[in-house]
């Protein structure tokens, strides 16, 4: 007697509904492994900007929050377009010089390289020319924007005793920064 046995196999059905849970999980494992690398980009980005703000935080915060007014005011200037061309002020916290000296923070730009530095000049006190000690500082800031506190809200421009800094990056961050002037 010769008696076969039916062959076992998996039905269409069966082929494709394991075909749709394997595409489901894919799927779902492809978001979650996306979703965690943005969040490690995302941690790896903070983590640049925190050790780039730190140190120029505390460059300005010792530079401005030690304005000798007795040789003058801070003053802002901006070019013909409106545009940042620096920041300076008499300062007893020098680099370079002894005693009080002027403070000039700008930004250099490259137009060719497409670069921008902010450099920090420090100038001996009673020189009228402009050359003085140039320390490039950061090449990752691309403009600041300087306000004063009027009447509980920033105002554009140098006044009273709250100075806030807003320094723009070149990946379009803003890092407010906000100082007491003490005299």
């Known amino acids: 007697m010769n008696s076969t046995k039916p062959v076992k ?5 069966e082929l494709l509904l ?25 941690a790896v980005e903070n983590s640049q900007l925190q050790s780039f703000v730190s140190p120029i935080f505390y460059l300005f915060q ?15 200037v901006k070019d013909s377009d409106g545009n ?10 020098c680099y370079y010089f002894p005693g009080v ?7 250099y730009r490259d137009e060719d390289k497409k670069e921008s530095w902010l450099i920090r000049t420090e100038l001996r006190l009673n020189t009228t020319n402009n050359t003085g ?5 950061s090449s990752k800031i691309s403009d600041i924007e300087v306000y004063h506190l009027s009447g509980g809200d920033w105002v554009k421009g140098i006044g009273g ?3 806030k800094l807003v320094i723009k990056t070149k990946r ?12």
């Not at 940042?84 to 916290?93: A, K, L």
């Not at 000690?133 to 500082?137: M, R």
Request: with cysteine.
């Open 84 to 93: 940042f061309r620096w920041i300076e002020f008499y300062t007893e916290n």
């Open 62 to 76: 010792r530079d401005i929050e030690s304005i000798n007014s007795n040789y003058g005011g801070i003053s802002y």
């Open 101 to 107: 000296c002027r403070v000039r923070y700008w930004i």
């Open 133 to 137: 000690i140039d320390a490039p500082i």
């Open 18 to 42: 394991a075909v749709a849970i394997s595409a489901f999980l894919i799927t779902v494992t492809y978001a979650f492994f996306s979703a965690i690398e943005k969040t490690g980009r995302a």
């Open 172 to 183: 379009g961050k803003e890092l407010p920064l906000v100082f007491v002037i003490r005299t």
């Open 9 to 13: 196999g998996f039905t269409l059905i």
């Open 161 to 163: 005793k709250l100075i």
